[in-house]
């Protein structure tokens, strides 16, 4: 079973930057596509970035110029870097395995259990 601990968030006004962290546990990490998810109050979970385990990414229109997935294989860790952040990205960011289309950004199934997620709260 892997787990998954998230780290970085905060509070940022808009227009600025945070770097969040996963550090995954397990030796599957480095064979699987790996996203940041998020999920903001009363809506469901999105995967909003995503990276195969060939460093191809993809992300969703939403943020697309503005964050940038990465990962470390060695290290079996995974960040966003997110600039100009909008009010709207407020929420809790996860990361995870996953399943599915990575071109399409849709019907994705995670691989393992959630972690805590770390909030990202954008406001002025």
């Known amino acids: 079973q892997v787990q998954l601990v998230e780290s970085g968030g905060g509070l940022v006004q808009p227009g600025g930057s945070l770097r969040l962290s996963c550090a995954a546990s397990g030796s599957i990490f480095r064979i699987n596509n790996m996203g940041w998810f998020r999920q903001a109050l009363g809506k469901q979970r999105e995967l909003v970035a995503a990276i195969i385990p060939g460093g191809i990414t993809n992300y969703a229109d939403s943020v697309k110029g503005r964050f940038t997935i990465s990962r470390d294989d060695a290290k079996n860790t995974v960040s966003l870097q997110m600039n100009s952040l909008k009010p709207e990205d407020s929420a809790v960011y996860y990361c995870?395995?996953?399943?599915?289309?990575?071109?399409?950004?849709?019907?994705?199934?995670?691989?393992?259990?959630w972690g805590q997620g770390t909030q990202v709260t954008v406001s002025s």
């Open positions: 995870n395995l996953f399943l599915g289309s990575v071109a399409t950004m849709t019907q994705w199934r995670p691989l393992t259990s």
